[in-house]
């Protein structure tokens, strides 16, 4: 189920650039206080990962961006989708926006105008998608004292469908309690695919956008779908649209 914010800022909504950690935690304050420390501090588990089976996009509308400043602000009409098969999730969610009436992101404060509610349905093996916010893949490496790094992978390197595929069955596990479906989830660009350098709470992370072309199991399309493409799909990673 996704939840489509329509968000008015009078005198527009200025935020730092990196701001991903701003909405994640309007979202937080949104739901009730025991559904936020559940998921914040203990979310849904398989094979000893841990997911919140829930994704944000980035803010949709016209801004402009002041690097030097590090800001960007948006007009006073704003877009926000936010994502998640979690039932209780979805309603408290809802529940919560209608109570608040608006938004506090940053310093100013946003009236809430529209709240929408979509269920998009994936229905075949093989769909075109958007992506909402950056789709990020990676693994943890160690050199050779020991040190950690990250590779960050984007659609087409030999390990991304791989990455992909096991981030889907371990949230479909996460999820449903039971053993995912069998078969690869490949991911193919279907036009032009820009990289996405952004800061989470002083952390560089590196996704890709754009239009995207998935197949594999319908059950784990669909999570894609539900509960983000990738990584790190809570602090603001792999929201998707369903393409015509």
Known sequence: MQIVLRLNAANGLTLPIDY?????????????PALATFLHEQGFTAN???FRLFCFSRLLGPFTMDRNSGK?????????VI???????????????LQQGGW???STFADITEIGAEQPVVESENI???????VTAYSTMSRPDGRKYTVYFQPGDPDYNALITANLQKKYQAFFREEPPE????????????????????????????????????????????CGLGSKNSQGFGCLALSN
């Open 104 to 106: 506090r992101l940053g």
């Open 183 to 226: 078969g690869e989830v490949k991911v193919k660009a279907a036009g032009q695919i820009k990289m996405n350098l952004l800061q989470y709470k002083g952390t560089v992370i590196k996704g890709y956008s754009g239009p995207l072309q998935l197949t594999g199991p319908q059950e784990l399309l669909q999570m894609a779908v539900d």
């Open 128 to 134: 075109n998608i958007r992506t909402l916010s950056p």
């Open 48 to 50: 000893g990962r841990v």
């Open 20 to 32: 991903n950690h701003i909405v994640q935690s309007a979202i937080y304050h949104s739901i009730a």
């Open 83 to 97: 994502s998640s098969p979690v039932v209780d999730f979805v309603q408290s969610l809802a529940n919560g926006l």
């Open 72 to 80: 960007i602000t948006f007009g006073n009409d704003v877009r926000l």
